[in-house]
Structure formats: C-alpha cells, structure tokens
C-alpha cells in the first residue's frame, strides 16, 4: 500500500474509481465534477497492485468565520473499490490529510457523511443540517420577476448573498462570482439551474431549481484541525480564565494544555498551559460540539474521555459557539 498526493495531472485517473462508488451521480454531473471542481482540488489516493484503490478529495472553500476569512477544505468523494475495504485505507487517508491540513494552518475541515458512525471514530461531529430552500412553482408576484440565472448575473447574487449572509451567520462559504458560476454548471449538469428574482433590475433572492427536492436533510459534519487556530477565531461573552488539556488521537501537536484568557472585548487569547494547573480534559471532538454549538458544556461533559471541574464548566460556558452555520455545498 502506498499513499501519496496525486499530481494535478492524475486527477482524472481517479475518475473510474468515483463512477464505480458513486454510480448514482449522472455523466453529466461527473463531467462537470471532473473538468471544474478537480482543477484545484487535492486528491490523495492509495495505490495497491499498480492501481488507485482508495482516494479522498479536498475541495477548497473560503470560509467566514467568525467575520474572519478562512481558506479550508471540505472532503468529498471518499472511496475504496470493494475488494479492498476493511484494510484500513480510508482511516489512513484520512489521517494523512489531517495531518496535511494542520501543516497549512486550517482550524477546521468538514464534509457531508453517507453515514455518520463512519466519522465518528475519527473525530468528526455532526453540528448542521443543510436548510436548502429550492424553487416550487408558485403564485407570482406582479412585481417580482422570476427566471433562470446566467453567468452574467453572478457579481449581483455574490453581492446580494454576501448582505443576506454578513451579520446572520457565524460560517458559511465566502460568495464571490467565481461561486456563482460554477454553482450554475454544478446544478445544470444535472438538469437543474439556479433561479433568481428580481425587482427594478435588483436581484431580490437565488435558489436552485431541481427535478426532485430531496426528503432528507443532508447533515455536515466538522473535525477539528489546528485547536489553537480555531480557538483564536472565537469570541468571550465575559472575564474568562481556564486551563484544560485536549486529546486529538490523529494530530499530535493537538494534545497540548491551553491556556485560555480575554474578555468579550478581546475575544479568545491563549497561553501554553501548564499540566499542574489543568482543571479538566476534552476530547478534539467534544471540543468540536461545544465550539459549534452543538452541545454545552454540561452535555460534553458526559461524554467518554473528558472530564472537568464544575469552575472548567462555569469556563467554558462564557464562549461564544460558532452555532449559526451555512454550509450547504453539495461537493
């Protein structure tokens, strides 16, 4: 077995390995897929016998956080060819990438699971589901135009996103025109499109228009990459003084004892801990919960392998989560 990071050149020689696991995305969504998304992604791939086996796609998102621009990667098309699962292929690509994405400074990656218990032996913790609002034939207003978006559209909806966006949410995906672009060849290459209305030549909403809306709420999950950057992007709501220890099994340089100050004006500042004067220990993954909302302090402090002191808790509670999440990327 040998893992290693593909040259852009090879991205398509992964292509039949993603239409034999993936075999429900249509040739048209794969050649979208394979002609736009995999010009700048990273793939890293395990090769057996001569041959890719296994592979996990890092696609780039600019992602706000917390008011802050942050470049991470959301992981998509993870597979392994039938004969050669349960080696242990996806939990070392998965580590490899970790490790890769600490080394570039990410405080956090994410991705859209087919199944959560997958994920969750490695971390991951689910924190969103998506909220998608597609397009339904309606009673139209006289004064709201509705039609299908073209590329030269793109600027005003990054611009009229990015308002709707900015002060409502805590994370979502940066909208820019490139964003909009390539959205719309993503939903027009399998039969949909993007539609807007418009008042005044003002465009007022976008939403996709597809052939079925799905049932189901697609959900995301998030890992922890890099704690003391993810830790510096978030806010107090008052005095806050605390010293804990975090476990990370995949990223060493993650267990380590911080030491956390500030004040709702400064926002989180660190300090290397001293182990004599920890009051508690979290896991990378509850950790991950409590940043984003998606459990308090009490609630983690159930959970196996961490423990804290009921000051730790008190702590804990005076920062601010990142809860107001808008990651609904399909790939």
């Not at 040998?2 to 050649?31: C, G, M, Q, W």
């Amino acid at each position: 077995m040998e893992i290693r990071k593909l040259d852009p050149t090879e991205h398509s020689a992964t292509r039949s390995l993603y239409e034999e696991v993936f075999s429900e995305d249509s040739e048209s969504f794969v050649n979208y897929y394979y002609t736009e998304k995999t010009k700048d992604n990273i793939i890293y791939a395990v090769t057996e016998d001569g041959e890719i086996r296994s592979m996990i796609h890092l696609n780039p998102y600019d992602v706000m956080v917390n008011k802050k621009e942050e470049k991470l990667h959301y992981i998509v098309a993870v597979a392994t060819q039938e004969p050669y699962r349960k080696r242990g292929y996806m939990a070392a690509l998965l580590k490899e990438s970790l490790q890769a994405m600490y080394r570039q400074g990410e405080p956090f990656t994410y991705l859209m699971p087919a199944s959560e218990k997958i994920y969750y032996p490695h971390d991951f913790r689910t924190v969103y589901e998506q909220t998608t609002k597609y397009w339904e034939p309606s009673e139209k207003k006289a004064d709201i135009r509705e039609r299908r978006a073209v590329p030269k559209d793109a600027a005003s909806m990054a611009r009229m996103a990015t308002a709707a966006l900015e002060g409502n949410f805590d994370v979502y995906a940066k909208r820019e025109e490139e964003y909009y672009v390539r959205l719309m060849k993503e939903y027009e290459s399998d039969g949909g499109c993007l539609m807007i209305g418009e008042k005044d030549g003002e465009i007022l909403w976008c939403c996709p228009r597809v052939s079925e809306i799905p049932k189901e709420r697609p959900k995301i999950m998030v890992r922890l990459v890099d704690v003391r950057r993810m830790l510096l992007l978030l806010d107090l709501n008052y005095l806050t003084a605390v010293c804990f220890h975090v476990t990370d099994p995949l990223i060493e340089e993650n267990n380590r004892c911080f030491l956390i100050t500030g004040t709702e004006a400064s926002g989180v500042m660190l300090m290397e801990g001293k182990e004599e004067n920890s009051e508690g220990t979290l896991t990378v993954g509850a950790l991950a919960r409590l940043i984003f909302g998606a459990a308090s302090a009490e609630e983690i402090a159930e959970e196996k392998g961490v423990k804290m002191s009921d000051r730790m808790k008190n702590e804990l509670k005076k920062i601010v989560p990142l809860s107001r999440i808008f990651l609904n990327e399909v790939v």
